[in-house]
């Protein structure tokens, strides 16, 4: 008797089945692909890599709790990268669950003790970075929170991922009834991917940047603690004043009255003093840049600015913020014969006004730098008083572009002092690249110019030949001044040959991740003791005294005004 043998016909495909080449597709549940898949072997791989790089050193030392953020984040880079090349490997070699399952076990052989061993090296790493910037140890039970917030950031980026993906296989079993499957697969991926795009562009950082706007106009409004209106005609906002108390913004009304009292003057100089003269223009001062830059200039006429022994102009940071120290040096120094000016171009933090628009920091600096310089050319050379510029951070940028050459700005000032610069300098940029053979890079050589390089004011002091007009100081441990978009492919000259005095050897370059490391150091940069990251204070002091010294000035008198500046 013949056998009836009755065959199904073979089940078509469809996406989320595991197809290997030369093989029968293998169905698997779609939705469990997603969700409740376990992790990819190399994906997990590289993920372990990253996260014990992210305990290396940097520039500067790192909290617990931004530690564990960046451990976190670090991490699910690594497993982005890690998927991403076994999918690509998958296209040409699907391996078999054996050589699986031995990956894995090697794996887990081998991640805790190199996790273990990067969370002792990291620890130490960190103690011993604080002690070379001079700041206290952490706590070893740290450690503990650290490991648990870089789980639960991990945990969150990888919820976010899966139901990214949710959304791509969705969106493919749908369009895989009217296309073929690859055509299916790429279309569900470019929609999330526009669609995330557009959501954390438009909801996320349009809505992030609109708090901040809000945020910071609600503050710009505030007055600081202990800020009262001043009185003296020589301030702004003062009654006898063009501008209104109320229109100096908070950071301007923290300039004029912070400048220190007659007293503190006298007890310092040891000699006759004067009242020194702050001018001040918030953004509502005047509707325009113009007219705010116009403003000021008649502020100092109105107080007799340009018969004081120094005049300086100040581009501030983003906020309209001057640090005290910077004004107060000079103060000191001239014994309060000084006319101190600023004008405030925004007041959202430098970062933000670095980031999403540039050109106000340029527009302010060269309305009130020309303005100026005008007035100042106007008076008889016999009678001139000193004309000094100061930026620092993005108002370094804002200088250079007012100028546009190194030749401009020796010749544009009798001093100008720039601190923090960034990698956007144009000036800066070409002076480093054009530096003396044998240089470094932190702290380079440029003989064809009267412009000084520092990486720590006190090498100032000793500085032989013609008087610096150009002085930068730029902290070798700054990551202000050395982060760059080159970081994540290419390994910076700060980190090649001989490094600065506050780089770690310790510090290594790896592809991204220093790139991560550093973009986190740049936003906690003013977190140290002065002189390290982008902290100058009375520094300036002696990039002042590098400059435009007044008679008589000694380094003695240096050291003396810093521990007076140090000292407050």
Same mark, same amino acid.
Not at 69 to 87: C, D, M, N, P, R
Not at 239 to 259: C, D, I, M, Y
């Given at each position: ?234 301030? =702004? ?42 001018? *001040? ?63 405030? *171009? ?19 600096? =060269? ?77 380079? =050589? ?123």
């Amino acid at each position: 008797m013949r056998r009836l043998v009755v065959t199904a016909p073979p089940r078509p495909w469809i996406p989320g089945q595991r197809r290997a080449p030369g093989r029968a597709p293998v169905p698997l549940p779609p939705r469990r692909r997603v969700l409740r898949c376990g992790l990819s072997v190399t994906g997990f791989g590289l993920c372990a890599v990253f996260y014990c790089l992210s305990y290396t050193p940097s520039l500067l030392p790192r909290p617990w709790s931004l530690q564990g953020v960046v451990a976190g984040l670090t991490a699910a880079i690594g497993y982005a990268f890690g998927t991403s090349i076994g999918a690509l490997v998958r296209l040409r070699w699907w391996p078999s669950r054996r050589a699986e399952r031995i990956a894995w076990q090697a794996l887990f052989l081998l991640v805790p003790p190199l996790i273990l061993l990067f969370l002792w090296l990291g620890t130490r790493w960190q103690r011993d970075l604080r002690l070379r910037l001079g700041m206290p140890p952490q706590q070893e039970y740290d450690l503990i929170r650290t490991v648990g917030i870089s789980v639960l950031t991990f945990g969150v980026l990888l919820l976010v991922a899966r139901c990214l993906r949710l959304a791509a296989h969705g969106l493919a079993r749908l369009f895989g009834r009217l296309v073929p499957e690859s055509a299916a697969y790429c279309a569900g991926f470019v929609v999330v991917t526009v669609l995330s795009y557009t959501a954390f562009d438009g909801l996320l950082i349009g809505n992030l940047y609109t708090t901040a706007d809000r945020s910071a106009a609600v503050t710009d409004s505030g007055t600081g603690r202990g800020v009262e209106r001043q009185m003296s005609p020589l301030r =702004s906002g003062s009654p006898a004043s063009l501008v209104s108390w109320e229109s100096l913004g908070r950071q301007g009304r923290n300039f004029v009255a912070k400048a220190p009292s007659h007293e503190q003057l006298a007890s310092f100089a040891h000699r006759p003093v004067m009242e020194p003269i702050r001018l *001040y223009a918030g953004l509502s001062s005047a509707d325009s840049v113009t007219e705010r830059a116009g403003l000021i200039v008649r502020e100092m006429e109105r107080t007799g600015a340009f018969d004081r022994e120094v005049i300086a102009v100040f581009t501030p940071t983003g906020t309209g913020w001057v640090d005290n120290d910077v004004p107060s040096s000079l103060e000191y120094m001239y014994a309060g014969d000084t006319a101190l000016v600023s004008m405030q *171009y925004s007041y959202l933090p430098s970062w933000i006004s670095f980031l999403a628009d540039r050109a106000k920091v340029v527009e302010a600096s =060269s309305a009130l730098i020309t303005a100026v310089q005008e007035r100042w050319a106007a008076t008889p050379a016999a009678d001139r008083p000193k004309l000094l510029i100061f930026g620092e951070s993005l108002g370094t940028y804002g200088t250079e572009k007012t100028f546009g050459t190194a030749e401009r700005m020796v010749d544009g000032a009798d001093g100008i002092l720039l601190e923090g610069p960034t990698f956007a300098n144009p000036i800066h940029r070409r002076l480093t690249e054009a530096r003396a053979e044998g240089t470094p890079v932190w702290d380079p =050589s440029y003989a064809a110019l009267p412009v000084e390089f520092s990486s720590r004011a006190e090498e100032l002091r000793d500085l032989a030949g013609p008087r610096r007009k150009v002085v930068y100081m730029q902290n070798s441990s700054d990551p202000v001044v050395w982060w760059n978009p080159n970081l994540l492919w290419k390994k910076p000259q700060w980190l090649s040959g001989t490094r600065g005095p506050d780089v770690t050897p310790a510090m290594h370059w790896y592809p991204v991740i220093t790139f991560w490391q550093t973009t986190v150091d740049a936003v906690f940069a003013n977190k140290v003791p002065t002189g390290h990251g982008h902290v100058y204070r009375s520094g300036a002091v002696d990039g002042w005294a590098a400059l435009a010294p007044p008679p008589g000035w000694t380094v003695g008198d240096t050291i003396r005004l810093r521990a007076v500046l140090d000292a407050r």
